[in-house]
């Protein structure tokens, strides 16, 4: 059984950082791209990150885009999320969400983890 | 501001079918593979149809899903009340070198 257990959100101060981790089991990590999706409060889904199966090829949204770090580490079946210079309108309920193939281009998103609660607020 | 518009909200009622639309351009999806995702209330989405009209295994056949040049639609048959959520597609956007979601659809079962 595929599982997705994301960690790490909580509530930080704007300009703050914060690094969410997704634990990943029930499949072959590395044979897969993985991504990054968030959904704001009351808001739709918007994806944030993805980062093929070697890290070799990272694409980014341009909202995150010079703030945000994506990384995985296939020995732990790990993904992460370095969040830098968070603003408030960073706040949402971060996905770890698996590729459907090793590249990050052209995938949709079969599994999902139930998410983690980032808040960014004073 | 999503790239791919949806309309807010559809309703039927139970028994019978709804559509969802999903429109954008040629650098999504006219040129590449459309998924739609349901999110039932306080929870995860999943995956519901992909490559156009592929669906995963357990997903039951009254979902389906088709593309035509620009837009994509998404239909349920036999709406049930376990059918209320919301509804979002999904593709990659060439131009933006990112995945772009839909809107979102609140499906709502009288």
């Known amino acids: 059984e595929v599982q997705l257990v994301e960690s790490g959100g909580g509530l930080v101060q704007p300009g703050r950082s914060l690094r969410l981790s997704c634990a990943a089991s029930g499949f072959t990590f590395n044979d897969y791209a993985m991504h990054w999706v968030r959904q704001a409060p009351g808001k739709g889904l918007e994806w944030v990150s993805g980062?093929?199966?070697?890290?070799?090829?990272?694409g980014y949204a341009d909202s995150v885009k010079g703030r945000f770090s994506i990384s995985r580490d296939n020995a732990k079946n790990s993904l992460y999320l370095q969040m830098n210079s968070l603003r408030a309108e960073d706040t949402a309920l971060y996905y770890c969400?698996?590729?459907?193939?090793?590249?990050?281009?052209?995938?949709?998103?079969?599994?999902w983890g139930q998410g983690s609660l980032v808040t960014v607020s004073s | 501001q999503s790239v791919l518009t949806q309309p807010p909200s559809v309703s039927a009622a139970p028994g019978q079918k709804v559509t969802i639309s999903c429109s954008g351009s040629?650098?999504?999806?006219?040129?590449?593979?459309v998924s739609w995702y349901q999110q039932l209330p306080g929870t995860a989405p999943k995956l519901l149809i992909y490559?156009?009209?592929k669906r995963p295994s357990g997903i039951p056949d009254r979902f389906s899903g088709s593309k035509s040049g620009t837009s994509a639609t998404l239909g349920i048959t036999g709406l049930q009340t376990g059918d209320e959520a919301d509804y979002y597609c999904g593709t990659w956007n060439s131009n933006l070198s990112a995945y772009v979601f839909g809107t979102g659809t609140k499906v709502t079962v009288l």
């Open positions: 969400a698996k590729g459907t193939v090793v590249v990050v281009v052209n995938s949709h998103f079969d599994y």
């Open positions: 490559e156009n009209n």
């Open positions: 040629s650098s999504n999806i006219g040129n590449n593979y």
């Open positions: 980062i093929s199966w070697n890290s070799g090829n990272i």
